[in-house]
């Protein structure tokens, strides 16, 4: 019978790599924003948009636009696990369309559900985005709009 014997030293080494590489990484993982635009490349300039705020803040600000103006994009993001939203605002002219409609943080249910009903309703997804919060759930802002008949 062929006995394996292995000094004490090599054992106690190869449990301190296994501790070693099993430890997490002293540096913090940064949550970032992870998302994507319908709208094409250029079609706003970053001068375009409204500072970020929160998702009440926006909604204030969208309470008291200016008459015969609406959000044409909503954007999202995660920064540091704050949901922050940031806003385009231009004149409704009613000449391609009837009616808009805009969300934002809507999650991937309450998105379906709002979608399904203004697809049903006639309207068409103007611009669409979405953004990836700390925890890998995803947030959408969504403007529709009603084509004129």
Known sequence: MKRIFQPLWMLSAAAA???????????????E?????????G???ESDFSEWLSK??????YEKRAPGT????????????LQE???????FTGDKYS???VFWGLSADEFYQVDLK???????????????????????QVVWLKPKA
Not at 85 to 91: A, D, E, Q
Request: glycine residues 12%; contains cysteine.
């Open 17 to 31: 790599l296994l501790t070693l590489s099993c430890k997490p990484s002293a540096a913090p993982e940064k949550a």
């Open 85 to 91: 939203y940031r806003h385009v605002t231009r004149p």
């Open 56 to 61: 009440a803040n926006l909604q204030t600000v």
């Open 99 to 101: 009616e808009f409609a």
């Open 33 to 41: 924003a992870a998302g994507f635009k319908s709208i094409k490349e």
């Open 118 to 140: 203004m697809l049903r309703g006639g309207f068409i997804r103007g611009n669409t985005q979405v953004f990836v919060d700390g925890t890998g759930r995803a947030f959408h």
């Open 43 to 45: 079609s706003f300039a």
């Open 70 to 81: 609406y959000f044409a994009f909503v954007e999202g993001r995660n920064n540091g696990g």
